[in-house]
């Protein structure tokens, strides 16, 4: 009862802010931390549930900021009608490459999506259809409003907000079925779960593909926002780690760990951003080289369950004499 | 048969840990295995729930050739297990373990969950069924991956060395555990080293000695095998047991 008082209060707070905070620039960074909240929380579905940690999910990011752009170049598509493209490629390449990784277990997984990630951003460089290094443009002028294509960051920020409570609606349905306690029981211990009729690489699969298409969602409206995509943005591994971190900082597994990630690093990088200008873009590699170091000393699982682990220790919970007396 | 193993062999290179093994089970048995260490018995065992596949022979579940089945398919077809190091989901509560076997048989999460309880309150894990498992110690981890596996809804239930590490008090609570399942018409396979573990339960024992099966019989025929005292008290043992002073070695 009382969580759900919070989280009205919290989901208040989210509705207005860009209503109090009418700064261009604020507007368009609350609206960047939904999007890669949106991103985050899709990788947590594989990367946190499943506890499979996928290093290369640019790549389905990169086919849904593709499919939009190279869907209005060659054939005028509005970039946002371009989603289930992104999602179907981006579920498909899942599958191809989750079928032969899967089967791996941990670092082998991640370093076999790194790889596929850089392919992709190498075979997209070559490619002209999909304009090579340079990139492909979106809609110069809005020809509709179907174009979203807005100079105010208002209208993103809805937008995303909706896909963003549209995820972490799916997530929470995901957690509290089956297929929810399969995955965690799969990340705790493979062969324990097998052993008890969890068809352990088909729902890791399943997974990876949920995962992949609501990444490529992701994608699309990034380059809807931006209105241009090239490989580095699209396809480069640094997105990639972003994603990765936003969710294991705020914590993964958690339904909103990559919230509360996304929430604390956005603004640290566009902060820095503004302040160093272009000399500052190396810079963003070493913070989050520091930002993955502190998070694997110090809260492997995360902020927000440092934060609920204290909220629940304030309770008074069972004893652990009770519960050795009784085991 | 519920289940059988005809002529199971299973080698790794060129060292054949077991050697043509063949049992058959009938429901509401109850088989134990046993052996000294590094005897092919948890070999054996492993043949017997998926975890190993043999490299030759078969495996035989409820008329169903399971040989070159994985562990999950076997779990759906009735075969449940233990392990002998506990393997339980450490971040998931005492409940969560169980539904997770609950799972198997339902997609509903509230009747997982009455099933889960269910099973706790037989296996008196109910009490802690909130706990994280990670907070368990040895007895209660063993008890949970009983309840983890009998969530199932098995027709068979195997256990590796369910009762090793526990005092002697919580070994018989283990033993009275066992028999209640055992009593709800459960067939049951047992792998132990613990002597009054197999005597007081099994029905029919198999004792294994360096890949091979070097006796077979009730608890008592095979406690009197010269062959078997030899295997775990060595050859003057033997020729004691043989002369009649057996009594008091086992």
Redesign the interface.
């Known amino acids: 009862m009382k969580r759900s008082v919070w989280l009205l209060l919290i989901l208040a707070l989210v509705v207005v802010y860009p209503l109090l905070f009418t700064t261009p620039f604020l507007q368009r960074l609350g609206a960047l931390v939904l999007l890669y909240a949106i991103a985050a929380s899709a990788w947590n579905i594989v990367g946190g549930y499943a506890g499979q940690v996928s290093v290369g999910h640019v790549v389905f990011f990169g086919c849904g900021a593709y499919a939009s752009m190279a869907f209005f170049t060659h054939f005028g598509w509005p970039p946002i009608a371009a989603v289930p493209v992104g999602m179907m490629a981006s579920v498909g390449i899942a599958a191809l490459i989750g079928v032969p990784t899967l089967r791996l277990s941990g670092h082998y997984f991640s370093m076999a999506t790194i790889a596929v990630a850089e392919l992709a951003r190498l075979i997209v460089t070559n490619v002209e259809a999909l304009g090579a290094a340079v990139g492909l443009s979106g809609p110069v002028m809005p020809r509709s409003v179907f174009d979203l294509s807005f100079t105010s960051a208002l209208p993103y920020y809805y937008l995303f907000l909706v896909v963003l409570l549209a995820v972490l609606g799916l997530t929470y349905w995901m957690e509290n079925s089956r297929i929810g306690f399969y995955l965690r029981a799969i990340k705790d211990n493979e062969r324990a779960a097998r052993s008890l009729g969890v068809q352990a690489g088909r729902y890791k699969l399943y997974a990876y593909m949920m995962s992949a298409g609501l990444t490529s969602i992701a994608g699309t409206l990034y380059a809807t926002m931006y209105g241009f995509i090239d490989p580095d943005s699209g396809l480069g591994i640094l997105t990639s780690v972003k994603i990765l971190i936003m969710a294991a900082l705020g914590g993964a597994g958690l339904l909103f760990g990559p919230l509360v990630g996304a929430a604390i690093l956005v603004p640290l990088e566009e902060i820095s951003n503004n302040l160093l200008g272009g000399k500052g873009a190396g810079l963003t590699f070493v913070v989050y080289g520091a930002i993955i170091m502190i998070i694997a000393r110090f809260y492997p699982s995360g902020l927000l369950k440092l934060v609920l682990d204290r909220l629940a220790s304030a309770k008074p919970a069972l004893s652990e004499q009770k519960v050795r007396d009784v085991a | 048969m519920l289940l059988e193993a005809i002529d199971v062999t299973k080698t790794f290179g060129a060292l054949t840990v077991v050697n043509s093994v063949s049992v058959s089970l009938g429901k509401g048995d109850i088989l134990g295995l046993i052996g000294p260490n590094g005897a092919g018995k948890s070999t054996f065992f492993n043949c017997l729930?998926g975890?190993l596949m043999p490299t030759s022979g078969r495996v035989i579940l409820n008329g169903e050739d399971v040989s070159l089945m994985?562990?999950?398919q076997r779990?759906?077809r009735g075969l449940?297990?233990s392990?002998q190091v506990p393997?339980?989901?450490?971040?998931?509560s005492v409940l969560?373990n169980v539904?997770?076997?609950a799972?198997?048989r339902t997609?509903d999460?509230a009747k997982?969950r009455r099933r889960a309880l269910d099973v706790l309150d037989l296996v008196?894990?109910v009490?802690?069924s909130?706990?994280v498992a990670g907070?368990?110690?040895t007895?209660?981890?063993k008890?949970l991956e009983i309840a983890?596996?009998l969530?199932?809804d098995p027709e068979i239930l195997l256990l590796d060395e369910a009762m090793a590490g526990l005092t002697a008090t919580e070994v018989r609570q283990a033993i009275e555990l066992v028999r209640k399942i055992h009593q709800t018409g459960m067939t049951l396979v047992i792998v132990e080293h613990i002597m009054e573990v197999i005597i007081s339960l099994a029905q029919q024992v198999i004792v294994f000695h360096q890949g091979h099966q070097i006796a077979r019989g009730t608890p008592q025929e095979v406690t009197r095998d010269p062959a078997v005292v030899t295997a775990y008290l060595g050859k003057r043992a033997a020729a004691d047991a043989a002369r009649g002073f057996a009594g008091d070695q086992t």
Do not use: K, N, Y
């Open positions: 729930t975890d994985t562990p999950e779990a759906v449940a297990r392990f393997q339980t989901f450490e971040t998931m969560e539904m997770i076997g799972f198997l997609f999460p997982a008196g894990l009490d802690v909130s706990s907070s368990l110690g007895p209660g981890r008890r983890r596996a969530a199932t």
